[in-house]
């Protein structure tokens, strides 16, 4: 069997909202018994079909990278996260359905990749009120989830969801809010698992397919400066 070709796609967010779990359910399908911290970066891989079921199908090899950090980190944190950030095809940006601020994070999330060879920005908040311009002339397809809907009472469901339909609409992205520790929100033929396929597919439709437009500026195809040290480092 001929070698897959393969897509980078990073998976953002502040730390403890579900990253690794996320990762691990999404190549392994099944939970992740014991979560713990990423220390740098932590790297698996699924296997997906893109176009499945027309003539086009054809397999392709995801390769997930899990960034530890938080937005707050040092700057000499933040330094080393950019070495993470090149040649990347995909963004899956993750916030805590349960916690705002790591909501309002993930605009600092995307900032700090889609602008790491420009000076720091600044404040990105006014009167409450983001920038969509920022984010105009990304073409990096991006995926917004929100993980822990299991621990939203039901009587606040539906106004949590209605606040983060917002964060997709800003990123020009879909949106999908599960419960990490159950494989059942990603069923096969679910609205989910249909949304995820169809990012894959456009992440893939991007790298391979549409070259003169894979990329946003910033994004070189130079070669991985880690991919001789980067493991699944964790501490308990």
């Not at 779990?21 to 990423?38: K, Y």
């Not at 359905?97 to 060879?117: G, I």
């Amino acid at each position: 069997m001929a070698a897959l070709e393969r897509v980078k796609v990073l998976v953002l967010g502040d730390s403890g909202v579900g990253k690794s779990s996320l990762v691990h359910l999404l190549c392994h399908n099944q939970m992740l018994g014991n979560p713990s911290w990423t220390v740098g970066c932590s790297v698996d891989v699924r296997i997906h079909d893109y176009k499945e079921g027309t003539p086009e199908e054809k397999m392709y090899y995801i390769e997930l990278w899990d960034v530890g950090g938080s937005v707050g980190s040092a700057s000499s944190v933040k330094s080393t996260r950019v070495m993470f950030y090149n040649s990347v095809n995909g963004i899956i940006l993750v916030h805590d359905l349960t916690n705002k601020k790591s909501s309002q994070n993930l605009y600092r999330w995307s900032l700090e990749v889609l602008n790491r060879d420009a000076a720091p920005s600044g404040v990105l908040v006014t009167n409450g009120d983001y920038d969509r311009e920022q984010f105009a002339d990304n073409q990096i397809p991006l995926l917004v989830i929100g993980t822990k809907l299991d621990q939203i009472p039901e009587m606040k469901r539906s106004d949590v969801l209605t606040r983060t339909a917002f964060l997709a609409e800003d990123f020009g992205a879909e949106e999908i809010n599960l419960d990490c520790t159950s494989p059942r929100y990603l069923a096969a033929g679910s609205s989910n698992a249909v949304k995820l396929s169809r990012f894959f597919d456009k992440v893939i439709e991007k790298r391979y397919y549409l070259r003169d437009g894979n990329q946003a500026p910033g994004f070189s195809e130079r070669k991985r400066v880690c991919s001789g040290f980067v493991k699944n480092l964790h501490y308990e």
